[in-house]
């Protein structure tokens, strides 16, 4: 409530406080995939159906990413914007402030052995995934911003639920996800740190009623993983795999789940 003077008079005007649109948080971390795959679980099933990739829109039901199917055993080292946008039509486009976008080699690829002290290496010292074996981070950077499109067309479109997994978080505040949303307002969650020295698993979800996902900007540890583990303390670099949200929709759509 605010009060005005104007020439002797005093003027009362009600400010109305910004509406807080209702959201449910997902959270879950641990030693092992088993140890999160509860609450992915629950995310997936509230969000509905897993969706086709197909260039085509949906009535509700969810979308992921895995990465396992990108590049055959060597992964891909500069990975396409458009790439879940159009190679495999799911809605997602992905950009960085960094060098490129990287998808790991499985196993069997020597581009997945730690060669050096850089994480660049994707080394099976640091990392387990959640899926299969390939993951995901930006190079150079440790952002990946994640806007939405309609399946097979350009129409830029919003999502009402996104969630991620997070790899080897060794320190609180420095991986989150923030979210700005199609009411105007942004909001910041913050991944769990995992419980042992390596191979931890994160998962962060949220789930919105009333508005819709616009886009995500993922923050990935304090260092991008191909910084070299020189400085003291050591770079907390981490990777990112299952990427889960919603059947993107039209901005204009009034959207609720």
């Not at 939405?148 to 609180?172: K, L, N």
Request: aromatic content about 10%; hydrophobic content about 40%; glycine content about 12%.
């Amino acid at each position: 409530m605010r009060c005005l003077l104007l020439s002797g008079f005093s003027l009362l005007l009600v400010v109305p406080a910004f509406p807080q649109t209702a959201h449910w948080l997902y959270s879950g971390t641990g030693a092992t995939p088993a140890s999160i795959q509860g609450e992915v679980e629950r995310f997936r099933q509230d969000l509905g159906v897993l969706n086709a990739n197909e260039a085509k829109s949906f009535t509700g039901g969810r979308r992921e990413i895995n990465w396992d199917g990108v590049g055959g055993t060597q992964g891909n080292d500069n990975l396409p914007v458009d790439f879940f946008h159009k190679t495999s039509p799911r809605g997602l486009l992905l950009a960085t402030p960094g060098k490129r976008l990287k998808v790991s080699g499985d196993a069997s690829s020597p581009s997945f052995l730690m060669k050096d002290v850089t994480r660049d290496e994707w080394g099976l010292i640091e990392f387990g995934p959640f899926s299969g074996e390939k993951f995901f981070a930006p190079i150079g950077s440790t952002i990946t911003d994640i806007e939405f499109r309609i399946p097979g067309t350009d129409e830029v479109a919003c999502v009402g639920a996104f969630g991620a997994v997070f790899m080897d978080i060794d320190r609180g505040g420095q991986s989150f996800m923030e979210v700005r949303l199609t009411d105007g307002s942004e909001r910041k969650f913050v991944a769990a740190v995992q419980p042992i020295r390596s191979k931890g698993l994160s998962f962060l979800g949220v789930r919105f009623q009333g508005a819709c996902i616009a886009s995500v900007r993922l923050t990935s540890g304090d260092n991008s993983i191909d910084t070299p583990d020189i400085p003291v303390p050591l770079p907390d670099g981490v990777g990112l795999d299952d990427f889960i949200y919603s059947e993107p929709v039209p901005l204009v759509r009034k959207f609720e789940y």
